[in-house]
């Protein structure tokens, strides 16, 4: 992963507006800034960008709310990297309090569209585990590898034996093997499930089996139980329908019955309904009557009601119009008074003006009086500024020549400084090249060691091939030949122990051919399959004690295999390390010859700084700028007491200013107070003659005409409402009226004929009823079959019901007799499968054992330590001048003797093998970057996850001048390893050693910020 940018808002001490670092501008930096301005939120960012975490504790990561900048209610992070060759964004959002949702977005830069494309999945989580399996790591691998954070730089050294090695499993991937052993476990337990289904499936068949000639018996006997159900069942046949014949007629009767009984309930029921209506119309024309027995009084109150309306509306239009003019009267009238208030304020306005005008004369002509005195001051003031341009003009020369001689200076002395370095820089390569030289006895020693330790591995080598060869042929024979071959011989037992059953059939002659057999025969015959079956059970037995043997035989080349394979693990990349050593003893006998060529140059260039031979030009330039800047005889007191003369003076040049602006406004205002004065005279008429608002007060008058020629009589017009109100029913009492008039014809023809139709209805009740006790007395004499119809249909149903039990039982019985035959043929294939499934189970469990952790992936975490642990002690040797080494301890041994995979980390220096807790601060983090560098520069070389960015957060306080050299010098040493190299520190000593400065202010109003400073 190559960061690209990182723009952050509201995030810890970083506030608005967003703040954006462009990380394509260097490939190694310094973060550098004060403790607590933000050096490390700037890292914090990016990893809660990612993951949504950071600063996590032991036991629990920071609620997000935390990281937001106080007084602020929203924080986001966007973070732009490369990976693989494709550009990713991530932008992750988070809101204080559940009113708004916290947002998470990932994308990939698409070249040929030109923009992103999101890669965001239904939920946050999702999301997140998409951003996980795109990086290949999760949060506690990458601060375990190549981001070394603050204050855990030991995360890795620090953790359990155990715990490493579970962070290097997942460094290196190793996961993918976890879940092939869960597939084999779960291929194991599913092939013994199924064995342990077959037996029981063989128990279920065997007790199945036992059970056939009980269900033949029973099938016999249900058989004759059914054929005499059979015989009940036509008896009761017949029965029922002669019983249902004789129902038929006594239904036909009684419908005959309820079909009279209703027509005569009908008839009675509209009889009785015409009653109603004839009553109802009786009481209609009763009411029709009273209506019209106060006709004349109703019209009389019609006609006094419509003459009343017509006054009343006469008077309303009247109060509608007086109403209408008496508003516009008002309004007319407040017009005038309206314009008349403007007159007045404007002559007020002008009265106003007048006065200011003459005040502001008065002052004008007490600062005129003062002008003899303004003009003197005015005048000596020009004289002194003058002077001051002169007196400036030399400051500036001598200025320019003083900087001249500056810059000449610091050339001369970067000259010097340049020298100096040069000598110090020498001096220290001389001092490499003598401590260099001071191991030249110490590799000649450990070649002759190496030289020995080849020999050594040789030899192992050739073991380890002849135990190697020797398993794989241990292992054909103990998984193919011998199985097969006892395979071979159970399945010859099986078919003679078949053939030799056929002969106990009681039956002679011969099962093949059906040919007769003798007694004799017969007896030959079983006694050659009994000793063919004798010979394969002994040679059976034998296969198998020999496979036993073969397998405790393997089991013990595979312990020897193991052990030489261990043994050759301390030997690896033993002729790379002889190549190095003898090129490293080559490269000391360069060094002496390159000692003595530094020291002839170290005295060269004392040579030139003793004697000042450098920088000569300069020097004679320096004396002459020195000449001229006495030459300018420039006074810095008279210059200084011109200028506070030219101060104090000052003042009159505002003066001046005013006196002159004085003059022209005192002639202006003298000519404008006598045209005010004829404005205020002519307002002052205008309001006495009331000539203003003409034509309002025309339309006033007239209006107050037109409403004297209107009379509008209250009183009257309250009475007639009152007699409206009185006669408020006139009108719906002459409409009921008429309709009674229309109605009273249609009322009595309505009657007339609902007495004709109750007479007819009269007469039909008379003949249903005649006709009804005909029937009934039919009806009386009839018999009711219906209880014995019953009673027959209810016990054919039960011998129905108990024919079809019986069919059911005859069918169940006949299904459980055709399963127990086909039992009787699964029983003969369930031993093969169970032995298939076994050598499943065997095979399974193998391949389990295989890619558990002891197995493979221990293997893989064997090889790749050792990667580890070389990359380690070189960058350790670097950082520690060749004095401190670490050794990993991938298995110790337990109380029992068994051995047990863990990582343990020996530490050895000059005073002897350590743990790690006993190294001092600055110790132990010279061996936590060693580690924590060689672990991402191991993991940068596997397919699995590329990181290409190494971080390191603070440390180097705890370092001496010589740790801190170490650490700049092994951090150049990597450097090339990766794409981006970050180093965050406080410390000035390293704020200029790297070419790129990144560095962090912390403002109380603005939060912090950053910017980035290049040579």
């Given at each position: 992963?190559?960061?690209?940018?990182?723009?952050?808002?509201?995030?810890?001490?970083?506030?608005?507006?967003?703040?954006?670092?462009?990380?394509?501008?260097?490939?190694?930096?310094?973060?550098?800034?004060?403790?607590?301005?933000?050096?490390?939120?700037?890292?914090?960012?990016?990893?809660?960008?990612?993951?949504?975490?950071?600063?996590?504790?032991?036991?629990?990561?920071?609620?997000?709310?935390?990281?937001?900048?106080?007084?602020?209610?929203?924080?986001?992070?966007?973070?732009?990297?490369?990976?693989?060759?494709?550009?990713?964004?991530?932008?992750?959002?988070?809101?204080?309090?559940?009113?708004?949702?916290?947002?998470?977005?990932?994308?990939?830069?698409?070249?040929?569209?030109?923009?992103?494309?999101?890669?965001?999945?239904?939920?946050?989580?999702?999301?997140?585990?998409?951003?996980?399996?795109?990086?290949?790591?999760?949060?506690?691998?990458?601060?375990?590898?190549?981001?070394?954070?603050?204050?855990?730089?030991?995360?890795?050294?620090?953790?359990?034996?155990?715990?490493?090695?579970?962070?290097?499993?997942?460094?290196?991937?190793?996961?993918?093997?976890?879940?092939?052993?869960?597939?084999?476990?779960?291929?194991?337990?599913?092939?013994?499930?199924?064995?342990?289904?077959?037996?029981?499936?063989?128990?279920?068949?065997?007790?199945?089996?036992?059970?056939?000639?009980?269900?033949?018996?029973?099938?016999?006997?249900?058989?004759?139980?059914?054929?005499?159900?059979?015989?009940?069942?036509?008896?009761?046949?017949?029965?029922?329908?002669?019983?249902?014949?004789?129902?038929?007629?006594?239904?036909?009767?009684?419908?005959?019955?309820?079909?009279?009984?209703?027509?005569?309930?009908?008839?009675?029921?509209?009889?009785?309904?015409?009653?109603?209506?004839?009553?109802?119309?009786?009481?209609?024309?009763?009411?029709?009557?009273?209506?019209?027995?106060?006709?004349?009084?109703?019209?009389?109150?019609?006609?006094?009601?419509?003459?009343?309306?017509?006054?009343?509306?006469?008077?309303?239009?009247?109060?509608?119009?007086?109403?209408?003019?008496?508003?516009?009267?008002?309004?007319?009238?407040?017009?005038?008074?309206?314009?008349?208030?403007?007159?007045?304020?404007?002559?007020?306005?002008?009265?106003?003006?007048?006065?200011?005008?003459?005040?502001?004369?008065?002052?004008?002509?007490?600062?005129?009086?003062?002008?003899?005195?303004?003009?003197?001051?005015?005048?000596?003031?020009?004289?002194?500024?003058?002077?001051?341009?002169?007196?400036?003009?030399?400051?500036?020369?001598?200025?320019?020549?003083?900087?001249?001689?500056?810059?000449?200076?610091?050339?001369?002395?970067?000259?010097?400084?340049?020298?100096?370095?040069?000598?110090?820089?020498?001096?220290?390569?001389?001092?490499?090249?003598?401590?260099?030289?001071?191991?030249?006895?110490?590799?000649?020693?450990?070649?002759?060691?190496?030289?020995?330790?080849?020999?050594?591995?040789?030899?192992?080598?050739?073991?380890?091939?002849?135990?190697?060869?020797?398993?794989?042929?241990?292992?054909?024979?103990?998984?193919?030949?011998?199985?097969?071959?006892?395979?071979?011989?159970?399945?010859?037992?099986?078919?003679?122990?078949?053939?030799?059953?056929?002969?106990?059939?009681?039956?002679?002659?011969?099962?093949?051919?059906?040919?007769?057999?003798?007694?004799?025969?017969?007896?030959?015959?079983?006694?050659?399959?009994?000793?063919?079956?004798?010979?394969?059970?002994?040679?059976?037995?034998?296969?198998?004690?020999?496979?036993?043997?073969?397998?405790?035989?393997?089991?013990?080349?595979?312990?020897?295999?193991?052990?030489?394979?261990?043994?050759?693990?301390?030997?690896?990349?033993?002729?790379?390390?002889?190549?190095?050593?003898?090129?490293?003893?080559?490269?000391?006998?360069?060094?002496?010859?390159?000692?003595?060529?530094?020291?002839?140059?170290?005295?060269?260039?004392?040579?030139?700084?003793?004697?000042?031979?450098?920088?000569?030009?300069?020097?004679?330039?320096?004396?002459?700028?020195?000449?001229?800047?006495?030459?300018?005889?420039?006074?810095?007191?008279?210059?200084?007491?011109?200028?506070?003369?030219?101060?104090?003076?000052?003042?009159?040049?505002?003066?001046?200013?005013?006196?002159?602006?004085?003059?022209?406004?005192?002639?202006?205002?003298?000519?404008?107070?006598?045209?005010?004065?004829?404005?205020?005279?002519?307002?002052?008429?205008?309001?006495?003659?009331?000539?203003?608002?003409?034509?309002?007060?025309?339309?006033?008058?007239?209006?107050?005409?037109?409403?004297?020629?209107?009379?509008?009589?209250?009183?009257?017009?309250?009475?007639?409402?009152?007699?409206?109100?009185?006669?408020?029913?006139?009108?719906?009492?002459?409409?009921?009226?008429?309709?009674?008039?229309?109605?009273?014809?249609?009322?009595?023809?309505?009657?007339?004929?609902?007495?004709?139709?109750?007479?007819?209805?009269?007469?039909q009740s008379e003949k249903f009823e005649k006709d009804f006790e005909e029937v009934n007395k039919v009806f009386k004499n009839s018999e009711d079959f219906s209880e014995r119809l019953k009673e027959a249909k209810q016990t054919f149903e039960v011998s129905s019901k108990e024919k079809s039990q019986k069919l059911t039982e005859l069918g169940g019985l006949k299904e459980k007799l055709k399963q127990i035959e086909i039992a009787e043929q699964e029983f003969a294939g369930i031993e093969k499968q169970k032995k298939f499934f076994s050598e499943e189970v065997m095979i399974?469990?193998?391949?389990?054992?295989?890619?558990?952790?002891?197995?493979?992936?221990?293997?893989?975490?064997?090889?790749?330590?050792?990667?580890?642990?070389?990359?380690?002690?070189?960058?350790?040797?670097?950082?520690?001048?060749?004095?401190?080494?670490?050794?990993?301890?991938?298995?110790?041994?337990?109380?029992?003797?068994?051995?047990?995979?863990?990582?343990?980390?020996?530490?050895?220096?000059?005073?002897?093998?350590?743990?790690?807790?006993?190294?001092?601060?600055?110790?132990?983090?010279?061996?936590?970057?060693?580690?924590?560098?060689?672990?991402?520069?191991?993991?940068?070389?596997?397919?699995?996850?590329?990181?290409?960015?190494?971080?390191?957060?603070?440390?180097?306080?705890?370092?001496?001048?010589?740790?801190?050299?170490?650490?700049?010098?092994?951090?150049?040493?990597?450097?090339?390893?990766?794409?981006?190299?970050?180093?965050?520190?406080?410390?000035?000593?390293?704020?200029?050693?790297?070419?790129?400065?990144?560095?962090?202010?912390?403002?109380?109003?603005?939060?912090?910020?950053?910017?980035?400073?290049?040579?």
């Amino acid at each position: 992963m190559i960061p690209l940018k990182l723009r952050l808002k509201n995030f810890l001490s970083y506030g608005e507006p967003t703040q954006e670092l462009d990380f394509t501008t260097f490939s190694i930096a310094c973060l550098s800034g004060k403790n607590g301005h933000g050096k490390s939120a700037l890292l914090d960012s990016i990893i809660w960008a990612i993951w949504g975490q950071a600063r996590k504790t032991d036991t629990s990561s920071r609620s997000n709310e935390e990281f937001v900048k106080l007084g602020s209610y929203e924080m986001s992070v966007e973070f732009e990297f490369l990976l693989e060759e494709n550009h990713y964004r991530v932008i992750r959002t988070f809101f204080k309090g559940k009113s708004r949702p916290h947002l998470l977005s990932f994308q990939v830069f698409d070249e040929n569209a030109g923009e992103f494309h999101t890669l965001d999945k239904p939920s946050i989580t999702e999301t997140q585990t998409q951003i996980n399996e795109t990086l290949k790591i999760d949060f506690e691998t990458f601060i375990n590898s190549s981001f070394i954070l603050q204050g855990r730089a030991n995360e890795f050294t620090s953790k359990k034996p155990s715990e490493r090695k579970e962070i290097l499993s997942k460094i290196l991937n190793l996961e993918r093997f976890a879940v092939l052993e869960k597939l084999a476990k779960e291929d194991k337990k599913k092939a013994q499930q199924e064995i342990d289904f077959l037996q029981r499936k063989v128990s279920e068949l065997e007790s199945q089996i036992a059970k056939k000639e009980s269900f033949q018996a029973e099938l016999l006997l249900e058989n004759e139980k059914l054929a005499q159900l059979d015989k009940i069942l036509k008896s009761l046949n017949s029965e029922i329908r002669q019983t249902e014949k004789n129902q038929e007629s006594f239904e036909t009767i009684k419908k005959q019955q309820k079909s009279l009984l209703e027509h005569l309930q009908t008839v009675k029921n509209e009889r009785k309904n015409l009653l109603l209506r004839l009553q109802n119309l009786e009481q209609k024309l009763n009411e029709n009557l009273k209506i019209l027995s106060h006709k004349t009084e109703i019209e009389a109150n019609f006609s006094r009601f419509g003459t009343f309306q017509k006054r009343e509306k006469e008077l309303a239009e009247t109060f509608a119009k007086i109403s209408f003019l008496e508003k516009e009267l008002a309004e007319t009238k407040q017009k005038i008074l309206n314009e008349k208030a403007k007159i007045e304020n404007k002559k007020i306005g002008l009265e106003t003006e007048k006065s200011s005008l003459e005040k502001q004369l008065q002052n004008l002509q007490e600062l005129v009086s003062k002008r003899l005195k303004i003009k003197e001051g005015f005048e000596k003031l020009a004289e002194l500024e003058a002077k001051i341009k002169l007196w400036q003009q030399k400051k500036d020369s001598q200025q320019k020549l003083l900087l001249k001689k500056q810059e000449i200076f610091s050339t001369i002395e970067n000259q010097k400084k340049e020298l100096d370095a040069e000598i110090g820089n020498l001096e220290n390569q001389k001092q490499k090249n003598t401590e260099k030289l001071a191991e030249q006895e110490f590799l000649k020693q450990k070649l002759v060691e190496l030289n020995q330790d080849l020999q050594k591995k040789q030899q192992f080598e050739k073991n380890f091939q002849e135990v190697k060869e020797k398993g794989q042929t241990l292992k054909e024979r103990s998984q193919k030949f011998l199985p097969e071959e006892i395979e071979r011989l159970e399945s010859e037992i099986f078919d003679f122990e078949e053939k030799n059953k056929l002969f106990h059939t009681g039956k002679n002659a011969c099962p093949v051919c059906q040919s007769e057999l003798s007694h004799e025969k017969t007896k030959q015959v079983e006694n050659h399959y009994s000793a063919e079956i004798g010979l394969r059970k002994t040679r059976a037995q034998n296969l198998k004690n020999e496979l036993e043997s073969v397998k405790n035989e393997l089991l013990k080349a595979k312990s020897t295999f193991t052990e030489l394979e261990k043994t050759l693990k301390n030997f690896v990349n033993l002729e790379t390390k002889i190549g190095e050593t003898q090129a490293k003893l080559e490269e000391l006998e360069k060094v002496k010859i390159e000692l003595s060529e530094l020291e002839t140059k170290i005295l060269e260039k004392k040579k030139i700084v003793l004697n000042k031979k450098f920088a000569e030009e300069e020097r004679k330039n320096y004396a002459l700028l020195s000449e001229e800047i006495t030459k300018i005889a420039y006074d810095e007191e008279t210059h200084k007491k011109i200028i506070t003369d030219f101060q104090a003076l000052e003042h009159f040049k505002i003066e001046f200013s005013k006196l002159n602006e004085a003059l022209l406004l005192q002639e202006k205002i003298s000519a404008e107070l006598p045209k005010l004065s004829q404005k205020i005279l002519e307002l002052e008429q205008v309001l006495e003659q009331r000539d203003f608002a003409k034509e309002e007060i025309v339309s006033y008058k007239k209006l107050e005409t037109e409403k004297k020629e209107f009379f509008y009589d209250a009183e009257e017009h309250k009475k007639i409402k009152n007699e409206l109100e009185n006669l408020k029913n006139a009108s719906a009492n002459f409409e009921n009226l008429k309709n009674a008039v229309k109605r009273e014809a249609e009322l009595e023809e309505e009657r007339t004929k609902t007495q004709t139709e109750l007479v007819s209805k009269n007469l039909q009740s008379e003949k249903f009823e005649k006709d009804f006790e005909e029937v009934n007395k039919v009806f009386k004499n009839s018999e009711d079959f219906s209880e014995r119809l019953k009673e027959a249909k209810q016990t054919f149903e039960v011998s129905s019901k108990e024919k079809s039990q019986k069919l059911t039982e005859l069918g169940g019985l006949k299904e459980k007799l055709k399963q127990i035959e086909i039992a009787e043929q699964e029983f003969a294939g369930i031993e093969k499968q169970k032995k298939f499934f076994s050598e499943e189970v065997m095979i399974s469990d193998e391949v389990a054992k295989m890619f558990g952790k002891n197995g493979i992936p221990a293997l893989i975490i064997e090889n790749e330590v050792v990667e580890i642990e070389q990359e380690a002690n070189e960058i350790l040797s670097r950082l520690t001048n060749g004095t401190t080494t670490l050794a990993f301890k991938s298995q110790v041994e337990n109380a029992k003797g068994e051995f047990k995979e863990t990582l343990e980390i020996l530490i050895s220096d000059t005073s002897g093998t350590r743990n790690y807790e006993l190294f001092s601060g600055g110790e132990a983090f010279r061996i936590d970057f060693a580690l924590r560098v060689a672990l991402s520069k191991v993991l940068a070389q596997r397919s699995g996850t590329k990181l290409q960015t190494l971080v390191i957060d603070e440390g180097f306080g705890t370092q001496d001048e010589e740790g801190i050299e170490n650490l700049i010098e092994a951090i150049n040493e990597v450097k090339f390893d990766f794409e981006k190299i970050l180093i965050v520190t406080h410390l000035d000593r390293l704020k200029d050693v790297f070419p790129v400065r990144i560095e962090v202010e912390k403002f109380a109003d603005r939060g912090s910020v950053f910017k980035i400073l290049s040579e």
